[in-house]
């Protein structure tokens, strides 16, 4: 089946976008430095939501894939059991994640669920009372696959066109990030389980899941469901989610079909850190076993797109916005790397605050905050001096200037006199600001124009806090950001 592309000439937007490289190894949109763009580029896909792009989308490619050649390309997914390795779990029991399941063929991606009776399940291995190739003693020798995006992403439109498995097998194109999940359809072609099942031939439903620990199911806050006019498994259909930083809007075929905002859910919105994409199929054993005679089935994909917005911050926006790590997508991501996790290593790092400074400075969610959910919560009255400090390589800038700014709460009884930002390439900071003259009670964005004259490997970024002996009160950092002046 011929793909669908949508193409527009670079001149009808009304700027080109180039793509840089971030200290977190990831792909982002930025203002472009050129009016010049490399042939490959005289053309663009656009999301089926906004065929004439008027959002200015730009595509990501480290993320999207037509899936036109001979093979999945390794460098963009990996592929759950290959060489023996799998990455957080081998699949929803009974079934079982298997490599060979996972090909391209006829410009397709292709995940096929198999009755396997040979195969060697994961003995004794399994999760919320089940195992691998058993349920309830009975043998459900289901193999079945997924592939896992290498890259994640903050913000964006995704879209994929494809068409579900015809068995009681999931096929699900779905996304996880830190302390958060993102389901834009789990989709079942034809469940065995009769009557009111959550998901049936027609059902087009999606999910957004809090991992924030202790991460105890169920972890759904929100989410829709659909009936379609069609069933899933019988045509190819375009599934679309643009993701903001405030809103989250599901599209069928270009059509918006349900949204929702930050304001909506309150504290259930969790979605503001970087994700990576999942295609997979699995067994739901609460939605019915898939029987023999209906496998083999194929979950198939005819491509994964992933479209961004220009970025004109050059810091990493939710690292320094305190959402969660940032990522070292250079190194690679360890294999029990669940969403819940927020221990430091080589593919993420986190702010660091010592001991000392620690009794009275901490990253808060849902308090008070400028953007996402999280803030750094300063406390007067334990130190004369706080410090956060960024991991090393965090900052990477040019020679040139700049204007850094952030966003400022304090309340009314705030002693604390002075927040200073410092570069580890430089002894003086780069920006300090009095607080005693700030406006109290209301987020106040701060600005600070600073040369910077080197460039450096390895940089990073301090903020320290300074208040009197006794102080008292609570000030609040939110959204740092650098951009070229």
Same mark, same amino acid.
């Given at each position: 089946m011929s793909?669908q592309?949508?193409l ?7 700027a080109?976008v180039?793509?840089?490289?971030g200290?977190?190894?990831a792909?982002?949109?930025? &203002?472009?430095?050129?009016a010049?763009?490399?042939?490959q ?6 999301p089926?939501?906004? /065929?004439? %792009?008027?959002g ?5 490619q ?8 001979d093979?999945l ?16 779990w081998?699949g929803r029991? /009974?079934?079982? +994640?298997?490599?060979?399941n *996972?090909?391209?063929?006829g410009g397709?991606l ?10 060697? +399940?994961?003995v ?6 089940n195992?691998?190739?058993v349920h309830?003693?009975?043998?459900? /020798? ?5 592939? *896992? ?23 699900s194109?779905?996304a996880?990030?830190y302390?958060?999940e ?7 072609g034809?469940?065995?389980?009769k009557?009111?099942?959550?998901i049936k031939?027609?059902?087009?439903? &999606?999910? *957004?899941?809090?991992w924030?620990p ?8 929100f989410?829709?469901k659909?009936?379609?006019?069609f069933n *899933?498994?019988e045509? +190819?259909?375009v ?10 809007k ?6 918006l079909?349900h949204e ?7 504290e259930h919105w ?7 994409i999942?295609?997979?199929?699995e ?5 019915g076993?898939?029987?023999?005679d209906?496998?083999p ?7 994964v797109?992933v ?7 050059l810091?990493?926006r939710a ?13 690679n991501r360890?294999?029990?790397?669940v969403p819940e996790?927020?221990? %430091?290593n080589?593919y993420?790092?986190?702010w660091?605050?010592d001991e000392?400074s ?5 990253r808060?969610?849902n308090?008070r +905050? ?8 300063y406390?007067?009255?334990?130190n004369?001096?706080?410090t956060?400090i960024?991991?090393?390589?965090s900052v990477?800038?040019?020679?040139? %200037? ?8 304090a ?10 930002i410092?570069?580890n390439s430089?002894?003086?900071p780069?920006?300090e600001f009095d ?10 964005k701060v600005?600070?124009?600073?040369d ?11 903020i320290s806090?300074?208040?009197?002996e ?7 950092i ?5 951009e070229?002046?």
């Amino acid at each position: 089946m011929s793909k669908q592309i949508k193409l527009l000439p670079l001149s009808v937007l009304a700027a080109g976008v180039l793509m840089a490289t971030g200290c977190d190894g990831a792909s982002r949109p930025t &203002a472009p430095e050129s009016a010049t763009m490399e042939p490959q580029r005289k053309q663009l896909l656009l999301p089926a939501s906004d /065929p004439t %792009n008027t959002g200015n989308w730009v595509l990501n490619q480290d993320i999207s894939d037509e899936f036109s050649g001979d093979s999945l390309d390794r460098s963009k997914w990996f592929v759950q059991g290959e060489n023996g390795d799998y990455y957080i779990w081998k699949g929803r029991a /009974p079934s079982q +994640f298997a490599p060979h399941n *996972v090909y391209v063929e006829g410009g397709m991606l292709k995940i096929t669920s198999r009755w396997e009776p040979d195969y060697s +399940f994961a003995v004794g291995e399994g999760h919320e009372g089940n195992f691998y190739g058993v349920h309830e003693g009975q043998k459900v /020798p289901v193999t079945t696959g997924a592939v *896992v995006s290498k890259k994640r992403f903050l913000n964006g439109y995704m879209e994929v066109r494809s068409k579900a498995a015809d068995a009681a097998m999931t096929s699900s194109f779905w996304a996880i990030g830190y302390q958060q999940e993102l389901d834009i359809y789990e989709q079942m072609g034809r469940p065995t389980l009769k009557g009111d099942v959550d998901i049936k031939g027609n059902t087009l439903k &999606a999910s *957004v899941h809090d991992w924030q620990p202790p991460a105890v199911r169920p972890t759904r806050k929100f989410g829709h469901k659909t009936d379609l006019s069609f069933n *899933v498994a019988e045509e +190819f259909h375009v599934y679309g989610a643009e993701w903001g930083e405030d809103y989250l809007k599901f599209y069928l075929d270009g059509k918006l079909v349900h949204e929702v905002t930050q304001e909506e859910v309150g504290e259930h919105w969790v979605l503001t850190n970087p994700m990576e994409i999942w295609l997979d199929s699995e067994i739901f054993v609460w939605q019915g076993l898939p029987t023999e005679d209906q496998l083999p089935a194929t979950y198939e994909i005819d491509y994964v797109r992933v479209w961004q917005k220009p970025e004109s911050n050059l810091l990493d926006r939710a690292f320094f916005g305190f959402e969660g790590p940032i990522l070292y997508e250079q190194e690679n991501r360890p294999l029990n790397l669940v969403p819940e996790n927020s221990e %430091n290593n080589k593919y993420q790092k986190f702010w660091l605050i010592d001991e000392q400074s620690a009794q009275s400075l901490q990253r808060v969610r849902n308090e008070r +905050f400028a953007k996402g959910t999280w803030s750094l919560k300063y406390t007067g009255g334990k130190n004369t001096k706080a410090t956060a400090i960024a991991p090393e390589n965090s900052v990477n800038l040019l020679n040139g %200037n700049y204007r850094l700014s952030a966003k400022i709460w304090a309340d009314p009884y705030s002693t604390a006199d002075k927040v200073s930002i410092s570069l580890n390439s430089t002894d003086t900071p780069i920006a300090e600001f009095d607080l005693q003259s700030l406006a109290r009670g209301e987020w106040i964005k701060v600005y600070k124009e600073f040369d910077y004259p080197q460039s450096l490997s390895g940089d990073f970024m301090k903020i320290s806090i300074t208040d009197q002996e006794n102080g008292s009160g609570v000030l609040y950092i939110d959204d740092i950001a650098i951009e070229k002046e």
